[in-house]
């Protein structure tokens, strides 16, 4: 192997090491992005779906107890409002139930979703009894109430479903970011230990091969008859230098090979 393929080989292991690195610090750092943004693409919409739901449902509520003990039943801008209100929040409220229906992630979610969806229809036919001028103040805290409030506990349990998701999750992260470190640590130790062997090895395994040919040179000079002054350590110089001077002296020791031939 000529030496200019050995130092090819040389420079391409320190740079496939550098390159191994690079690669796995980037996987680690890309694995612990994908999973901390997993928490937040799932369950952190969860939560603000639940708090909108939440909202609108204290809006329709408010919409439904003004026309319930609104003594004057009759049309006017004060019942518009309320109406107008009312079909705000379910709108939003529908809007924000069916973003949640689609994002069921957590064990016993889709329960609490499903009996969300039911007890909400409860809730929207009391409302639809009130609004025909059905409901009476008793049948506000005996019916509508008991329904609002089993409508708030199951968002409320969505919504610690997955704020519990969220930091059995973290906690997930967290432990995983200290394997990462470890790892990272691990394979910078390695490659650390890689590169130095060859810092130490192969400059020194190159040297070796000039530094021999430089002193078979001296020597093969000092026999010839030919007196080397170089003073320096650079062994290439001194390989270079010997070769000039035996180009130089080339014709001086054929003739003295000649007179010893007879």
Known sequence: MILKTKLSLGLGFLFLIIFALVGLCSFFVQKLTQDAQNILKNNYDSLVYAKNMSSSLEDMLAAVSSGIFNIAKEKSPQTDYITGLFETAKGEFDKNLKAENNNITEIHE????????????????????????????????????????????????????????????????????????????????????????????????????????????????????????????????VLLHSIEMLETNFDKIEKKKTREKK
């Open 110 to 237: 889709k329960e609490y979703v499903d009996s969300l969806n039911r007890n909400y229809n409860l809730f929207l036919d009391l409302c639809a009894h009130v609004k025909k001028g059905k409901g009476d103040i008793t049948s506000y805290f005996t019916e509508l109430i008991p329904a609002v409030t089993k409508v708030r506990q199951l968002i409320d349990s969505i919504n610690d479903v997955n704020m519990q998701a969220v930091v059995r999750k973290n906690n997930i992260t967290k432990t995983e970011s200290s394997n990462i470190v470890t790892a990272m640590a691990i394979t910078g130790t390695l490659c650390a230990v890689l590169a130095f062997i060859y810092f130490w090895y192969f400059p020194f395994y190159v040297s070796n091969s000039i530094s021999y040919l430089s002193t078979r040179m001296k020597e093969l000079l000092r026999k010839i008859g030919l007196k080397s002054e170089i003073k320096t350590k650079d062994e290439s110089f």
